[in-house]
């Protein structure tokens, strides 16, 4: 959430102009940093690799978005969308 925010920010976009999707994708950034020090400091290593592996997904997506290959983009939006429901 931290990392879209800032990358909005650089963009020049503003909170005012997300759309509802967008406000939920960026919710945790207005989390206090203090209370994520004190989570992190006790799973640092794991979530560093999970940032890793976060990192891979966009890596592979703005590959696929590059392309312009986007029946792959909906494929990998296929593949993930039912995580949360498994």
Not at 14 to 24: N, Y
Not at 27 to 52: D, F, N, T, Y
Request: glycine share 14%.
């Amino acid at each position: 959430a931290n990392a879209l925010a800032g990358a909005l920010d650089v963009a020049e976009f503003t909170p005012a102009a997300l759309g509802p999707g967008g406000r939920d994708m960026v919710r945790l950034a207005g989390s206090p940093p203090a209370l994520w020090g004190e989570l992190l400091a006790h799973s640092g290593p794991a979530a560093a690799g999970a940032v890793r592996s976060v990192a891979r997904g966009l890596e592979a997506l703005a590959h696929l978005l590059e392309a312009g290959d986007i029946d792959g983009v909906v494929r990998f939006m296929d593949r993930t969308r039912t995580w949360k429901e498994g």
